[in-house]
């Protein structure tokens, strides 16, 4: 989705991460930064920028497109892959050393949410930090799993039973100075305390 002079909400650039060994030597498609792509253009109503890397599960590599993101202006950043115990999971340990502000609560909830699907859910590592004024999250590797922790869990009529994480992501980048974003509710309903909510023509 590109800008327009229609749409009043404000560009937003997010720098999307898909970290495997195998995608990114071409031993298999990557599945990540599709899945994010088409989620981020249902749930948001603003214009997108979109900068999406695909690179291996080096933990240096990982820090330094990191950096060279958040240096590039985006405003959030979501990686997918490389959070589980295994050797070469080394995402979280990437975007902690990059971090100047950690956010537990993104991590906790995806544990949380993704529990109701499996056991194993809690050799997850999902982190969330702040850089400057970028907010940079780890979600899980999987596309069901990234649309799940995103949006939460609904009942069969639709009713939210346990929030997705992006309910909060539009106030956290609020709060560190960023571009104000709108989501669509039929996706994500955005939480923000009334007075931060603004409307535009």
């Known amino acids: 989705m590109n800008a327009t002079t229609t749409n009043p909400y404000p ?13 990114s030597s071409g031993i298999y498609i990557d599945k990540g930064i599709p899945a994010l792509h ?16 695909l690179i291996a599960d080096d933990q240096a590599t990982i820090s330094a497109t990191l950096i060279k993101l958040v ?15 295994a050797l070469r999971d080394v995402t979280p340990e990437a975007t902690l050393a990059v971090a100047h502000k950690e956010m537990p609560g993104f991590g906790e909830q995806m544990r949380q949410i993704s529990l109701n699907f499996v056991p194993t859910a809690i050799l997850s590592r999902q982190v969330a930090v702040i850089r400057d004024k970028t907010l940079i999250i780890n979600l899980p590797g999987q596309p069901k799993s990234i649309a799940e922790t995103l949006e939460g869990l609904r009942d069969a009529d639709g009713k939210s039973i ?7 992501v539009p106030y956290c980048i609020d709060l560190i100075g960023g571009p104000y974003l709108e989501t669509n509710e039929a996706v994500c309903k955005a939480f923000r305390p009334k007075t931060a909510i603004r409307t535009f023509e």
């Not at 997010?14 to 970290?19: A, D, K, N, R, T």
């Open 11 to 23: 560009l937003i650039q997010i720098g999307l991460v898909s970290v495997s060994d195998r995608a």
């Open 38 to 53: 088409d989620w981020l253009t249902r749930a948001l109503k603003n214009p997108l920028k979109l900068e999406p890397h």
């Open 71 to 85: 240096d590039a202006g985006c405003d959030l950043i979501l990686t997918t892959g490389g959070t589980g115990p």
């Open 162 to 168: 346990v929030p997705g994480i992006f309910a909060a």
